[in-house]
């Protein structure tokens, strides 16, 4: 009887050493499961090594400006441009009178922009006004457009471009001369006429 119970005895021991060392090899097999969660650090690495280098903007900056004025004699402003997808401008119109200027920051979109309309509530009086469309500095412009036109837009070329009031880099900027009202068509100025449509 005894020797029955030695040998059910160490048959249970066994068993027990066979289930423990069992647990003991898959808690062995838990860090090499978790050696393989650190693996997808390679992808992201490959998706940034793989990301395309922004080309510069390599030419002369091109703003092309039409203005119109609505039945309410106020302003609106509409251009294309060759600058990338998203630079900010500023369009300003000044009455040359008086001084008194009417300003909006815009975002090319599609390669042209819109801004308006200008002028107070009562219509825009007859004379002479300045329609100014400048590309903004480096500074304020969204990383995209910097990553195109360079930290200070120092990628900026052409007759448009020059060096910033601030010292912030390099701007560019368009401006063309309207006349509105009756006494406008007597003018020999090389200027733009605008009528209400």
Same mark, same amino acid.
């Given at each position: $009887?005894?020797?029955?119970?030695?040998? $059910?005895?160490?048959?249970?021991?066994?068993?027990?050493?066979?289930?423990?060392?069992?647990?003991?090899?898959?808690?062995?097999?838990?860090?090499?499961?978790?050696?393989?969660?650190?693996?997808?650090?390679?992808?992201?690495?490959?998706?940034?090594?793989?990301?395309?280098?922004?080309?510069? *903007? %390599?030419?002369?900056? $091109?703003? %092309?400006?039409?203005?119109?004025?609505?039945?309410?004699?106020?302003?609106?402003?509409?251009?294309?441009?060759?600058?990338?997808?998203?630079?900010?401008?500023?369009?300003?119109?000044?009455?040359?009178?008086?001084?008194?200027?009417?300003?909006?920051?815009?975002?090319?979109?599609?390669?042209? *922009? $819109?801004?308006?309309? *200008?002028?107070?509530?009562?219509?825009?009086? %007859?004379?002479?006004?300045?329609?100014t469309v400048e590309v903004q500095e480096g500074s304020v412009q969204p990383?995209?457009?910097? %990553?195109?036109?360079?930290?200070e837009n120092e990628h900026l070329s052409g007759p448009l471009v020059e060096?910033?009031?601030?010292?912030?880099?390099?701007?560019?900027?368009?401006?063309?001369?309207?006349?509105?009202?009756?006494?406008?068509?007597?003018?020999?100025?090389?200027?733009?006429?605008?009528?209400?449509?």
């Amino acid at each position: $009887m005894t020797a029955w119970y030695r040998v $059910m005895g160490a048959g249970l021991l066994l068993v027990w050493l066979v289930g423990c060392s069992g647990g003991e090899e898959e808690a062995a097999s838990e860090p090499a499961e978790s050696t393989t969660t650190a693996e997808p650090r390679e992808p992201s690495s490959e998706a940034s090594a793989e990301a395309p280098e922004v080309p510069p *903007f %390599d030419q002369p900056v $091109m703003i %092309d400006v039409s203005s119109r004025l609505g039945s309410d004699r106020r302003l609106t402003v509409e251009g294309e441009t060759n600058l990338p997808e998203a630079t900010r401008l500023q369009v300003l119109v000044k009455r040359e009178l008086s001084g008194m200027r009417w300003r909006e920051r815009v975002s090319v979109e599609e390669g042209g *922009f $819109m801004a308006g309309p *200008f002028g107070p509530g009562s219509g825009l009086p %007859d004379g002479g006004y300045r329609v100014t469309v400048e590309v903004q500095e480096g500074s304020v412009q969204p990383q995209s457009v910097r %990553d195109r036109l360079g930290a200070e837009n120092e990628h900026l070329s052409g007759p448009l471009v020059e060096q910033s009031r601030h010292g912030l880099g390099q701007v560019a900027s368009y401006s063309q001369r309207y006349l509105v009202g009756n006494e406008a068509r007597r003018t020999v100025d090389n200027v733009e006429v605008l009528e209400v449509e």
